[in-house]
């Protein structure tokens, strides 16, 4: 576990470089909202989704190099997801990542623009480095569909809608995939396409990216709910009061944590086809599992 660690922040480091490429200069002017858009983007994240472009390429043999503005588009829409999910109006959270949320450093219409830009940056990127056309229509479907209403957005939406009083699993379980897997497969899948993978190789990311997604909303829920004084300094409180429905408190914790543990067996076992190769992404999604934060 050490290892993958280590792996992750030293490809982290080099996703943060490109990161400062892309995105416009503090000074450049409106200076306000860029830095705002800086701010959120530089704040201390996992990088997990585009790390997951990138080792999803590596597997099927791909650069890094070619993935590298695809990996960086993902990080933006992820992180405009989160200054939005952040805001008064959605989970109403102070902290993230132990930092005061955007709309509380900079205030609420610039974290909303914040996140609008970053949205529009994500595929002003992919249209501008992705080089193979092909490619980069491939990539901007795959993105566009994940991040909106039928992807993240609409499990936005579901989770802050009154939850049925019938079939709350799969209800649950399908606003988690929307809200949460959908960008994770995504990401999976766009290192395949940008590697030009073979079918086959893309349907195992595919399945990997949607397991591991799974699991991956689930384990943070647990995160939050056991953060009260805890590793985790954001407003679980918060986040408790609205209207809203997670596994710990369908399941409890303990059998989340089965659930999880289940839909991580599955991720793990979907690589089975890329032999060594995949070791990364294997220990990608135990990390998933054993996280603090
Ligand atoms: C948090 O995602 C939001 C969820 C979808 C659960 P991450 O835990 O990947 O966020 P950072 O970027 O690493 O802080
Ligand atoms: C939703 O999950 C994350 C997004 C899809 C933006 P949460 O609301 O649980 O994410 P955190 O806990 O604030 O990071
Ligand atoms: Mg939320
Ligand atoms: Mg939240
Ligand atoms: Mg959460």
């Given at each position: 576990?050490?290892?993958i660690?280590?792996?992750?922040?030293?490809?982290?480091k080099r996703?943060?470089?490109?990161?400062q490429r892309y995105?416009?200069?503090?000074t450049?002017?409106p200076?306000k909202?860029h830095?705002?858009?800086r701010?959120?983007?530089f704040?201390?994240g996992?990088r997990l989704?585009?790390?997951l472009?990138?080792?999803?390429?590596r597997v099927c043999?791909?650069?890094?190099?070619?993935?590298?503005?695809?990996a960086?588009a993902?990080?933006?829409v992820?992180?405009?997801s989160l200054?939005?999910?952040?805001l008064?109006?959605?989970d109403n959270d102070?902290?993230r990542?132990g930092?005061?949320t955007?709309?509380?450093?900079?205030?609420?219409?610039?974290?909303i623009l914040a996140g609008?830009a970053?949205l529009?940056l994500?595929f002003?990127?992919?249209?501008r480095?992705?080089?193979e056309?092909e490619?980069?229509q491939r990539v901007?479907?795959e993105?566009?569909?994940?991040?909106?209403?039928?992807?993240?957005?609409g499990?936005?939406a579901l989770?802050?809608?009154?939850?049925?009083q019938k079939?709350?699993e799969?209800?649950?379980?399908?606003?988690?995939?929307m809200k949460t897997?959908s960008?994770?497969?995504?990401?999976t899948?766009?290192?395949?396409?940008?590697a030009e993978?073979?079918?086959?190789?893309f349907?195992?990311?595919s399945?990997y990216?949607?397991?591991?997604g799974l699991a991956?909303?689930?384990?943070?829920?647990i995160?939050?709910?056991?953060s009260?004084?805890?590793?985790?300094?954001k407003?679980a409180?918060?986040?408790?009061?609205l209207?809203g429905?997670?596994?710990?408190?369908?399941y409890?914790v303990?059998?989340?944590r089965?659930i999880?543990?289940?839909l991580i067996?599955?991720?793990?076992?979907?690589?089975?086809?890329?032999?060594?190769?995949?070791?990364q992404?294997?220990q990608i999604?135990e990390f998933?599992?054993?996280?603090e934060?």
């Amino acid at each position: 576990m050490t290892d993958i660690r280590e792996y992750l922040r030293e490809v982290g480091k080099r996703i943060e470089k490109s990161l400062q490429r892309y995105l416009p200069a503090q000074t450049e002017f409106p200076e306000k909202i860029h830095e705002a858009m800086r701010y959120s983007v530089f704040a201390g994240g996992k990088r997990l989704r585009p790390f997951l472009v990138l080792e999803s390429c590596r597997v099927c043999g791909g650069s890094e190099g070619s993935a590298m503005p695809v990996a960086c588009a993902f990080e933006l829409v992820h992180t405009y997801s989160l200054i939005h999910d952040d805001l008064p109006a959605m989970d109403n959270d102070d902290f993230r990542r132990g930092l005061p949320t955007s709309h509380r450093k900079f205030g609420e219409a610039t974290a909303i623009l914040a996140g609008d830009a970053l949205l529009a940056l994500a595929f002003n990127l992919l249209a501008r480095e992705v080089r193979e056309p092909e490619i980069a229509q491939r990539v901007i479907l795959e993105l566009s569909a994940a991040a909106g209403s039928r992807g993240m957005v609409g499990g936005q939406a579901l989770d802050i809608s009154e939850p049925p009083q019938k079939e709350k699993e799969e209800y649950l379980r399908c606003v988690h995939e929307m809200k949460t897997a959908s960008l994770i497969t995504a990401a999976t899948r766009c290192g395949a396409i940008v590697a030009e993978a073979s079918p086959e190789d893309f349907q195992a990311l595919s399945l990997y990216g949607r397991n591991l997604g799974l699991a991956f909303q689930i384990t943070d829920d647990i995160l939050d709910a056991g953060s009260r004084g805890e590793a985790l300094d954001k407003n679980a409180a918060n986040n408790q009061a609205l209207p809203g429905l997670t596994y710990p408190a369908l399941y409890g914790v303990k059998e989340s944590r089965r659930i999880a543990t289940e839909l991580i067996e599955k991720a793990v076992s979907a690589l089975g086809k890329f032999g060594q190769e995949a070791e990364q992404l294997r220990q990608i999604a135990e990390f998933v599992l054993a996280r603090e934060s």
